[in-house]
Structure formats: C-alpha cells, structure tokens
C-alpha cells in the first residue's frame, strides 16, 4: 500500500457519459497530480493541485476538470467521454517542496 | 521544455545477470531531478531510484544504481543479479528543481519493458 487511495480501481462507461475519479493522497502531502497513461504510452501530465489550488495544467483537455477539497482528497471529472478517453488514469502526491511522489494505483476507464 | 528519452522500447536479460537501461533527457536547468520508476504488471507505478542533480555521486539501491552523466544528460539505470521479479516497464522521468507552475510535475519517457528469462 503506497498511501496514496484511489476509486474505484475499474470503471467502464458508455460514450458521452461522465465519471468522477477519487484520489486521497498520502498523509501529509498537500500536492496532487493526475496523470494518464494511454495503452503502452507513456504518462502524461494533466492537472496539480497544491493545498486546494489549482497550481499547474498540463495536456487536459477541457472536458476534463478536477478539484482538491478541503480534506486534500481531489476528483478528477471526465466529461461527454469518447473512446479514446479509455486509459489508465493515476493520482500521485507529493510533499510541495520535496521530490519524491507517490503513486496510487490507478483507476482503469474503459468507454465503450 | 523538458524531454525525457528512452532509446531502448524492449531490453532482455537473463536472470542473475546485469543489464543496462539507457536514459537522456534535455534540459536548459541546472538543478533538477532525476527518477526510475517500475511498472510491473499490476500496473503500480513503484520509485526505485532518485538522482539529484547537484550531487555528483550516482545513488545506488541495493541491486539498482544509476550512472548519471550531467554534461551528457544522460542517467541509465543498472540492475545487478537480475530476477524474475524485475520484469516490469521502466520509466525515467525528470523534476525540475522549481515548484512554480508547471515545474514540479514529473516528465516522463516512452518506456523500456525488461524481460527476465531464466
């Protein structure tokens, strides 16, 4: 267990139809990143947010959103999904000024 | 912006033995970080090793170490006495020392699978 929880593990859903994906980070760090991973791609980069804010955005696109809550649990919001949206969707947290993030375990979208 | 390059798509080593995974990167930026991750089957992304830049000594763990060539931009990972259980996706990645906008994300590269075979 890596500390960072991610919900729910699996999840498949139709086209045009909008999930909601939940990341609690580890104890202590304020930092949360969302990251993608395409079938045999490598990650990319989607959103930080640092302590509740918005702090960086990366390749989202704009059907996309996500939000950190006062507990530092973030969501991430995937909207009028397509198929290509289908891919393994990570949650890392980081300590703001330090360099080690963790890893979740993923949340595996499939739409169809 | 950063890149992070894996030249190496697929790597084979027999178990028991070394085998070398290769890294470069491209950067404007004088302190920054430098990573390994392992993804295994399960699809956990695991950190096996980091490099900051401003040290000069290449960081080991246990059967892992790295040899971290700044002028180069290169950082390649070594794993010793090879076993089954280091087949996996190898990620490099990269972290900018900063933490303003977009910096203290990590940039990763395409990948290296390691197969182990006996």
């Known amino acids: 267990d890596s500390g960072v929880t991610q919900t729910p593990k699996h999840l498949i859903t139709a086209t045009g139809q909008r999930v909601t994906l939940r990341c609690s980070p580890r104890s202590g760090d304020l930092s949360v990143y969302w990251y993608q991973q395409s079938l045999d791609q490598g990650l990319q980069f989607l959103i930080q947010y640092y302590n509740g804010e918005e702090r960086a955005k990366g390749n989202i696109l704009e059907r996309f959103s996500a939000q950190q809550f006062p507990d530092l649990h973030s969501e991430l919001n995937l909207s009028s999904l397509e198929l290509g949206d289908s891919a393994l969707y990570f949650c890392?947290?980081?300590?703001?000024?330090?360099?080690?993030?963790?890893f979740g375990s993923g949340t595996r979208l499939t739409v169809v | 912006a950063q890149t992070v390059t894996q030249s190496q798509p697929e790597m084979s080593v027999q178990e028991a033995e070394t085998v070398t995974l290769s890294c470069t990167y491209d950067?404007?930026?004088?302190?920054?970080?430098l990573f390994w991750y392992k993804q295994p089957p399960s699809r956990q992304m695991i950190l096996v090793i980091r490099q900051e830049a401003y040290k000069q000594q290449n960081a080991t763990e246990n059967r892992f170490s790295v040899n971290f060539q700044k002028a180069a931009k290169s950082f390649s990972l070594k794993i010793s006495d090879s076993q089954l259980g280091d087949a996996a996706m190898y990620f490099c990645?990269?972290?900018?020392?900063?933490?303003?906008?977009?910096?203290?994300?990590?940039?990763f590269g395409t990948g290296t699978r390691l197969q182990v075979t006996l």
């Open positions: 890392a947290s980081s300590v703001m000024k330090g360099n080690g993030y963790t």
């Open positions: 950067t404007s930026e004088s302190d920054y970080y």
């Open positions: 990645a990269y972290r900018s020392a900063l933490n303003t906008g977009t910096a203290s994300k990590l940039t």
